[in-house]
C-alpha cells in the first residue's frame, strides 16, 4: 500500500498486522522446497502423462529436432503403457472425447457453435 501518491510521494507500508518472525519458517531453504515440488511434479507426469508427449510431437511441423525426439519419446510412452501407468489418462481421454463427439438435435460436426 502507498501513501502520498497524489502529491508525489510514494513510501511503502507495511503490512497491518504485526506478524512476529518465525525461526522455524525462517530456516527452511524455499529455494529447495520449490525445486523438489517441481521435481517430484516432472516425474509424475513424465510417468503417468507420457502418450500426451508423443501426441504434441505428432502436432509438431516434422524438423530434425523433433524427429530426433520421437524415437525415445515413443519408447518412454510405450513402456509407461505396457507398466499400465496411462491408464487413469486413457480413462480420462475416452471420457473427454465422447463428451466432444456428443452432438444435440440435428447439429452436425463442423458447423459454427459446436467443437
Do not use: K
Request: net charge negative; hydrophobic share 45%.
Amino acid at each position: 500500500m502507498t501513501v502520498g501518491a497524489e502529491r508525489g510521494e510514494i513510501a511503502e507500508v507495511g503490512s497491518p498486522v504485526v506478524v512476529p518472525p518465525d525461526e522455524a519458517v525462517d530456516a527452511r531453504r524455499p529455494l529447495g522446497w520449490t525445486t523438489g515440488v517441481i521435481l517430484v511434479a516432472t516425474l509424475f507426469l513424465a510417468i503417468f502423462n507420457a502418450g500426451s508427449a508423443t501426441e504434441w510431437l505428432d502436432e509438431q511441423t516434422p524438423t530434425a529436432t523433433i524427429e530426433r525426439l520421437r524415437a525415445p519419446v515413443e519408447g518412454w510412452s510405450r513402456a509407461t503403457a505396457a507398466l499400465h501407468a496411462d491408464a487413469a489418462r486413457t480413462h480420462l481421454r475416452r471420457w473427454w472425447q465422447a463428451l466432444r463427439a456428443a452432438r444435440f438435435g440435428d447439429e452436425r460436426p463442423g458447423e459454427p457453435g459446436t467443437m
